[in-house]
């Protein structure tokens, strides 16, 4: 089966930095996404990796091993409005995309 | 520009009944896809097409129909409606189905 793991939910300080973690196993492989979506909105597109290594975006960066089948999201300088859920996808071998359950990250001041 | 446009923004719906989800895009995108969000699982695929005139089947796609008569259309069809069909249905959209996808706003349906 095809199966995408993200923590549940983390905690961070704002200022500080925080790395959201992926793991996944598909069949086939064509891309990973990371999507946040701040409750009761729509998801909204961050970042795509489908080569191995670090894509950094202003203060969001994300990482792939498609070896290892893992991606971090890591993100800097955070700000309350980073309070949010973040969603980790998959694009597989039929190129749909198989989504995590979702990282809710809560910021404290 | 608009972008994606969901409606209704939600509904309670009795257990039987039917009902359509609109979504119309302006950004002219041939892919457009139906999903399922439920509390504590990941966004779910019920239907796809990846051009008019095509659709397919997603995850999960039993008690939902959908048609795409054009290119900006892809209205969800839900014929008799139970209660597990409670749920947010968002529509997306993309320039193909190798590019990011972009969100409507969502409905929120509830099946009484």
């Known amino acids: 089966g095809q199966n995408i793991d993200q923590p549940t939910e983390m905690t961070a300080t704002e200022g500080a930095i925080v790395q959201i973690n992926c793991t996944y196993q598909?069949?086939?492989?064509?891309?990973l996404f990371w999507y946040q979506q701040h409750a009761g909105e729509a998801p909204t597109f961050l970042s795509y990796n489908v080569l191995d290594g670090l894509e950094e975006k202003g203060r969001f960066s994300s990482f792939l091993s498609r070896s290892k089948g893992y991606s971090y999201l890591l993100l800097k300088e955070l700000q309350m409005k980073d309070s949010a859920s973040y969603l980790c996808a998959v694009r597989d071998s039929n190129y749909q995309l198989i989504w995590g359950a979702g990282t809710k990250l809560i910021i404290k001041p | 520009t608009a972008g994606i446009t969901q409606a209704p923004t939600s509904q309670i719906l009795a257990a039987g009944r039917s009902m359509t989800l609109r979504c119309t895009q302006d950004?002219?995108?041939?892919?457009m896809y139906w999903y399922r969000q439920d509390l504590g699982l990941g966004l779910r695929l019920i239907h796809y097409s990846n051009t008019a005139g095509t659709t397919g089947k997603g995850e999960v796609p039993d008690g939902y129909s959908v048609s795409r008569a054009n290119t900006d259309d892809f209205p969800l069809t839900l014929a008799s409606a139970v209660p597990s069909q409670t749920s947010v249905y968002f529509c997306?959209?993309?320039?193909?189905?190798?590019?990011?996808?972009?969100f409507g706003p969502g409905t929120r349906l509830t099946v009484t």
């Open positions: 997306a959209s993309s320039d193909g189905d190798r590019a990011e996808q972009y």
């Open positions: 598909t069949s086939g492989f064509n891309g």
């Open positions: 950004m002219r995108h041939n892919a």
